[in-house]
């Protein structure tokens, strides 16, 4: 009888557990990759931009990053209910590789953006930042094409037309030339939108174009030609929308041929100084605008600068500021509006839209900083002119 009822107890529990499993049910689990992306935190809002890290621009996506990392690392030192993650993902200035690496961002959860440091890339991922309702604000990508019909997408630089109208106007006021030369690359937006503006503004200005030549991927290396107009067409100054790459190219070729007019460029140039390799006494009196110097005497300057050297071992460029000045903007922002982490990016967004078209900003490229409804920046630049191997202000 004992044995009856143990086999009855028995096949009881063994019907009770296969019952259990069939209501329910337990999932393979698939095998979850190790990932190197930050911890997220559940209080802090996730910002994410995209930048060369690697290859030939890198130093533009360094600096920018590294700026806005210092940034991130003193307010979330303050304690405050406002805190920040960031991540920048490499895009090796590559429009295709910007898209990739935005998804990955967002994919990450990303609330608000830094955009894409170079135009190019920008400009791509601008698209990607409208139609998924993330507001970007983008420390260099200097089009009008990245804010173009994007109500949530700003810049913290000048844009390529400002750029080149302003250089101009410079020349004409200081009295630096009369004639001048256009050396500039015809597959880059960014150096096409500054000729544009400048050479309409020059004519304006009674600035006489005595030589406009061009390059482009493939052949950079050799400013022969270029060099060799300009020079016989008299020249007095010398005019270089592009990045330092090429522009540092063209200064050992130059005197190499004995050619020595004066240098004028934009904020693209800023970087030669720390160029591997490059003689820096070749940009001896290299001028350029740039709406951040280094060597200003304010305490924010002078506290960043020490900062950003103890951390990365050099001087910090327009680029770093810029991406310092994106994450205190956005702070203030979110501040003014009293935005919590835990909002979802489209609300975010339509509060920094309507924060960021009608807040004054100051910070280290400019003060009484303003924004107007296509995302445009309205700050001063500054002459920069590089003396010993440092900028040294014009002005």
Aim: glycine share 8%; with cysteine.
């Amino acid at each position: 009888m004992k044995r009856i009822v143990a086999l009855i107890l028995a096949l009881m529990m063994v019907l009770s557990l296969a019952a259990c499993g069939t209501t329910q049910p337990t999932e393979p689990t698939e095998p979850t990759e190790p990932s190197d992306a930050p911890e997220a935190s559940a209080t802090a809002f996730k910002i994410g931009g995209t930048g060369p890290l690697t290859g030939g621009a890198a130093i533009y996506g360094n600096a920018a990053k590294n700026g806005a990392q210092i940034a991130v690392d003193e307010i979330n030192a303050l304690g405050g209910d406002i805190q920040f993650e960031l991540r920048y993902e490499d895009d090796v200035h590559d429009a295709e590789k910007a898209v990739n690496a935005y998804n990955t961002l967002k994919d990450w959860g990303m609330q608000i953006s830094l955009g894409s440091v170079t135009t190019k890339p920008c400009e791509a991922t601008s698209v990607e930042n409208y139609a998924d309702r993330i507001f970007a604000l983008t420390p260099s990508a200097s089009s009008p094409a990245v804010v173009a019909n994007k109500d949530n997408v700003f810049q913290m630089c000048f844009t390529d037309p400002n750029q080149g109208s302003a250089s101009a106007q410079y020349i004409a006021d200081k009295g630096l030339a009369t004639k001048v030369a256009v050396i500039w690359k015809n597959d880059d937006v960014y150096s096409k939108g500054i000729h544009d503006k400048f050479c309409e503004k020059a004519a304006e200005l009674g600035i006489e174009v005595v030589s406009d030549t061009t390059f482009a991927d493939g052949n950079d290396t050799d400013f022969s030609v270029q060099i060799s107009d300009a020079q016989s067409n008299g020249a007095e100054l010398v005019f270089l929308p592009i990045y330092y790459q090429p522009a540092s190219l063209i200064f050992a070729q130059a005197s190499t041929a004995g050619y020595a007019p004066k240098w004028f460029g934009v904020d693209g140039m800023d970087g030669i100084l720390t160029m591997k390799g490059f003689d820096t006494a070749l940009a001896e009196g290299v001028m350029l605008l740039t709406p951040f110097n280094a060597d200003a005497e304010d305490e924010r300057t002078a506290a960043f600068v020490a900062k950003y050297q103890e951390q990365f071992g050099e001087i910090p460029n327009q680029f770093a500021a810029d991406g310092y000045d994106c994450i205190y903007a956005i702070y203030q922002a979110i501040q003014n509006a009293g935005l919590t982490a835990d909002m979802s990016n489209e609300d975010i967004c339509a509060a920094l839209i309507e924060q960021f078209t009608t807040m004054t900003f100051d910070g280290l490229t400019g003060t009484g900083v303003t924004w107007n409804a296509t995302g445009e920046v309205s700050k001063s630049p500054k002459g920069m002119v590089i003396e010993n191997g440092a900028y040294v202000g014009l002005d």
